[in-house]
């Protein structure tokens, strides 16, 4: 403990200060060596399975692929569910129909049907659904090219 009074007389500490600056330094060796050694398990487990995946061909390259080819699916199922070409009527249009409709959501479909039915199920100007929640100047432009009220 010599070296303690000495270290603390050098460095114009108390002894206490110095065994809690002491202690402070080895919790802080100890955090990183234990870090060290976690990434190098976490890194050993991503090596293995990218090994694991190149023996059963989902190498990054395919799994890019997969992905290019189920975006391609979901533009073709737009296409296949896109608005239809009369006009809807809004009065009577189901919540399924609604949403075939460009930039209509379940979410915002189901508002729709629920404005309409708080408005007595029927509307006179397609500009009262300003009022719904997300039914934005633009969106109304591009609704009234597929809606009609009869």
């Known amino acids: 403990m010599d070296w303690l009074n000495r270290l603390s007389?050098?460095?114009?500490l108390l002894r206490a200060e110095v065994l809690m600056v002491?202690?402070?330094l080895l919790l802080f060796i100890v955090g990183v060596t234990l870090k060290f050694f976690w990434?190098?398990?976490?890194?050993?487990?991503l090596i293995e399975k990218a090994q694991t995946e190149l023996l059963l061909g989902n190498?990054?390259?395919?799994?890019?692929?997969?992905e290019a080819q189920l975006y391609e699916q979901s533009q073709t199922d737009t296409v296949r569910h896109a608005a239809p070409q009369r006009?809807?009527?809004?009065?009577?249009?189901?919540?399924?129909?609604?949403?075939?409709?460009?930039?209509?959501g379940a979410v915002l479909a189901d508002r729709l049907i629920r404005f309409r039915a708080?408005?007595?199920?029927?509307?006179?100007?397609?500009?009262?659904?300003?009022?719904v929640k997300g039914i934005t100047p633009a969106r109304l432009r591009t609704l009234k090219a597929h809606l009609t009220l009869e």
């Open 87 to 104: 006009k809807l009527n809004f009065n009577t249009a189901t919540q399924e129909e609604l949403e075939a409709l460009p930039d209509i």
């Open 39 to 45: 990434g190098y398990a976490e890194r050993a487990e």
């Open 9 to 12: 007389t050098r460095l114009g």
């Open 59 to 66: 190498e990054p390259d395919s799994l890019l692929a997969v």
């Open 22 to 24: 002491s202690g402070a």
């Open 118 to 131: 708080y408005k007595g199920g029927k509307l006179h100007s397609l500009d009262e659904l300003l009022e």
